[in-house]
Nanobody
């Protein structure tokens, strides 16, 4: 399993946008699908977006469909999450990971509030 470092979170007003980044290392990033997840304190971690190895096939949770976009740059070993039209219920710590792996990065906090 590899290592992930998430960044780009912050405080944003409802309706605003953020772009999260996740730098991967320690494994052949280009050979694996990658997911973005989020977790609210006291709740289970949930997936919000996923990408195949090439970035050509993406899927989104219903709660973020049409607002979030996952992309990846295999040359930079990095996956991104563009988040638009943010809502207070998007407030969470966001993580990236390969599905089924159990080692998690520190995540990046996203807070949507006026």
């Amino acid at each position: 399993q590899g290592q992930f470092v998430e960044s780009g979170g912050g405080l944003v007003q409802p309706g605003g946008s953020l772009r999260l980044s996740c730098a991967a290392s320690g494994f052949a990033f280009r050979n694996y699908p990658v997911y973005w997840y989020r977790q609210i304190p006291g709740k289970e971690r949930e997936w919000v977006a996923r990408s195949d190895r090439f970035g050509g096939a993406t899927t989104y949770a219903d709660s973020v469909k049409g607002r979030f976009t996952i992309s990846r740059d295999n040359a930079k070993n990095t996956v991104y999450l563009q988040m638009n039209s943010l809502k207070p219920e998007d407030t969470a710590v966001y993580y990236c990971n390969v599905p089924g792996w159990n080692f998690w990065g520190q995540g990046t906090q996203v807070t949507v509030s006026s």
